[in-house]
């Protein structure tokens, strides 16, 4: 990796960082008002929102903090740069966005067609998605997705009684 | 006497001696595949145990957390790859005597200096949890307040690359145990109407999520490398298992320095094996007459790493036995497993389940014995462990968390919030934030809150908190510990900074 590729995903990444300090920071700012809206009580000096109340402040101190130092150590020009290369890094990170994707969908689905069925047509999709697209890695994708769907149900509701999701 | 007989009688029966072996067997095979910690083998373990005994539960775990930590080896001197991260200075002498032609050598060490480090750590723990607890029984809620914060500090300081993210990661953890309704009066706050959010975050589910989901991302990141397996360097492993044991015990100073700075590391809130494999080895070359030779393959380098890993899994246990506060991430998930059985984990642990205590010293003892056969029995068959290609295991272990979060309370609606904390999660570790602290500040989270109220309703005087002497040495030592991260942080900085001419 050349010296310019590895300072410009340095920048990205501390880009990236800022942003989460921002988002974080904007999020204690609400949740700390919250906070201060939970009634007091007359039997303690503290009351229920007191301890909510340190935890935000903290952290809002601590994020103004990380995101001033952010700004100061960036420099120009490395925000329109980020934007530029987010498109690279969502299509280095495509097998990352495709779990997610899946799983939504499977916990989604797991309420109306209930653990087995959702289970094995995750397992299947998924393992399709990831793994070379071959014959026996088929094989092995069905196997596998039989295995943990209907034997990992099985196995739940004979051996320990926990009975999962039967769907509607 | 008594107590002790009976918690040996349950840890000795052939149903729990049964489970724990399959344990042991589970938490090896997790360890020795890439990217899959000590930490998710148990959490995986968890959901299977609420239908048993808590000490027969407890110790099923502690037989995954035993072999676990030697179950690393072998990807480590295998493949040169840490299975655990506290695998990771296993990998400076193991990989090399591996590629030198003593593979089978290599792992015998491994083997053995685990068994012994686990021991000596079990030895410390029976001798330094009693007195401690009694000492722990004394202390009133600003001693608790003040000593949850000095636990916070560390954590954050010991853990990952920034203290700033360290710390806004734990504070993460102390808001997200602020959901739900508030420990001393039981007043529902920051629920925003939402059913799932209302009795609080399921300690476990957002453990699940946080720490076994967001690692089961990040291991598709390489869309090349998920694709493909990785092959074992060499098929005809000797492992002179006898002659090892000998040359790990002709290495006697090694050994137990090696395993007493793992169960101070493992005794430390917030530090653990991976520290500890670290430091013991750094302390075995500090030490060594040919410090030179650490790095090319040699016993010494493998001995320390290794007994200094397995040992925290005692040291650990000290300061939750003792104080009721988890020394790392898989403490805590032991502790949240006796919650689960309305076990309160605390100082009076120790008094008032005595048998419990007792019981969990004979499974770490037990533990490591199986471990031990077991890894001499069958340590050849483990090694095809290591060829499973993520494709297949990824989306596996996935489904293997969904049923773990929903056998927790059979709720549809935490595995929502499985999904959600799991995106949460990979976002974080994405961003470089150290995990580990916002999972102990979610649990340390109650504690520290239910202490600082109580001590204020015991007494309005917020000085109490500095003129009570063991409260003020624990803030003192918060401070410290906060200084000494900054200062070691500053330090590293230049050695950070890339060098401007670097070669493309």
Redesign the interface.
């Known amino acids: 990796m050349s010296a310019e590729t590895s300072k410009n995903m340095k920048e990205a990444g501390e880009v990236a960082r800022l942003l989460s300090y921002l988002v974080l920071l904007g999020g204690s700012i609400a949740l700390l008002v919250e906070s201060t809206l939970i009634p007091k009580s007359r039997f303690e000096i503290l009351g229920a929102g007191a301890f909510p109340i340190l935890i935000y402040a903290c952290l809002i101190l601590l994020l103004s903090a990380s995101s001033i130092a952010s700004i100061r150590k960036l420099p120009k020009g490395a925000l329109p740069d980020f934007f530029k290369g987010i498109g690279q890094w969502a299509v280095d990170r495509r097998l990352v966005f495709s779990v997610f994707a899946c799983l939504g969908l499977y916990l989604t689905a797991m309420s109306f067609i209930g653990f087995r069925v959702s289970t094995f047509f995750f397992l299947l999709v998924l393992q399709i998605i990831l793994g070379p697209k071959t014959r026996p890695a088929l094989i092995i994708s069905v196997i596998n997705a039989v295995v943990f769907s209907f034997g990992l149900e099985y196995l739940f509701s004979t051996v320990f009684n926990v009975f999962l999701p039967r769907g509607m | 006497m008594d107590a002790f007989l009976i918690g040996a009688a349950e840890v000795l029966s052939v149903k729990t001696l049964i489970f724990m072996f399959i344990g042991s067997i589970a938490g090896i095979i997790a360890a020795a595949i890439p990217g899959f910690t000590v930490t998710m083998a148990i959490v995986l373990t968890l959901?299977?145990t609420?239908?048993m005994q808590p000490l027969q539960g407890i110790s099923v775990m502690l037989s995954v957390y035993v072999g676990g930590y030697t179950g690393g080896l072998i990807s480590a001197a295998l493949l040169g790859i840490p299975g655990t991260p506290s695998s990771v200075a296993t990998t400076f002498d193991a990989f090399p005597m591996a590629r030198k032609g003593e593979p089978g050598r290599a792992l015998s060490l491994g083997v053995w200096a685990s068994f012994f480090g686990t021991i000596i750590s079990t030895i410390v723990l029976i001798f330094a949890a009693p007195p401690l607890a009694i000492f722990a029984v004394k202390l009133g809620p600003w001693e608790y307040f003040s000593l949850i914060v000095f636990a916070l500090t560390i954590v954050a300081s010991l853990v990952g690359n920034s203290l700033?993210?360290g710390?806004?990661a734990a504070?993460?953890g102390?808001?997200i145990s602020?959901v739900g309704t508030?420990p001393?009066?039981g007043?529902a706050?920051?629920h925003f109407n939402l059913e799932v959010l209302e009795a609080g975050l399921p300690f476990l589910v957002v453990l699940i999520g946080i720490f076994a989901?967001s690692q089961?991302?990040?291991e598709?990141?390489d869309?090349n490398e998920?694709?493909?397996g990785h092959a074992i360097i060499d098929r005809k492993i000797e492992f002179h298992t006898w002659t090892v044991m000998r040359e790990v015990l002709m290495r006697p100073v090694n050994l137990v320095r090696s395993s007493i700075v793992g169960v101070v590391i493992g005794a430390l809130p917030g530090a653990g094996g991976s520290i500890a494999n670290l430091l013991a080895y750094d302390q075995a070359k500090r030490a060594s007459k040919t410090p030179e030779k650490f790095g090319t393959g040699i016993a010494d380098g493998v001995v320390a790493s290794e007994a200094g890993n397995s040992a925290t899994a005692g040291g650990g246990l000290i300061p939750m036995i003792a104080l009721g506060i988890p020394g790392s991430a898989v403490d805590a998930i032991l502790m949240a497993s006796l919650m689960v059985h309305g076990i309160s984990i605390g100082p009076r642990l120790i008094l008032d389940h005595a048998d419990l205590v007792y019981g969990m010293f004979v499974a770490m003892a037990v533990s490591s014995l199986m471990m031990l056969m077991i890894c001499i029995v069958s340590m050849r068959a483990f090694l095809h462990v290591s060829e499973v290609?993520?494709?297949?295991i990824?989306?596996?272990v996935?489904?293997?968390c969904?049923?773990g979060a929903?056998?927790l309370n059979?709720r549809?609606t935490d595995?929502?919030l499985?999904?959600v904390v799991?995106?949460v999660g990979?976002?974080l570790r994405?961003?470089?934030?150290p995990l580990a602290p916002l999972v102990l500040g979610v649990i340390l989270?109650p504690i520290?809150?239910t202490n600082?109220?109580r001590a204020?309703?015991t007494d309005?005087d917020m000085t109490l908190f500095l003129t009570r002497p063991v409260s003020a040495i624990f803030l003192v030592a918060a401070v410290a510990s906060v200084l000494w991260a900054v200062r070691a942080h500053l330090k590293s900085k230049p050695s950070q900074t890339?060098p401007?001419?670097?070669?493309?």
């Open positions: 959901p299977l609420f239908t700033q993210r710390l806004v504070l993460i102390l808001a602020t508030d001393i009066l007043r706050r920051l989901i089961l991302a990040s598709v990141e869309a998920t694709s493909s290609p993520k494709w297949v990824v989306p596996a996935l489904v293997c969904v049923v929903f056998a059979n549809i595995l929502y499985l999904g799991g995106l990979y976002s994405a961003l470089d934030y989270g520290a809150e600082l109220r204020l309703m309005q890339p401007k001419d670097t070669p493309s």
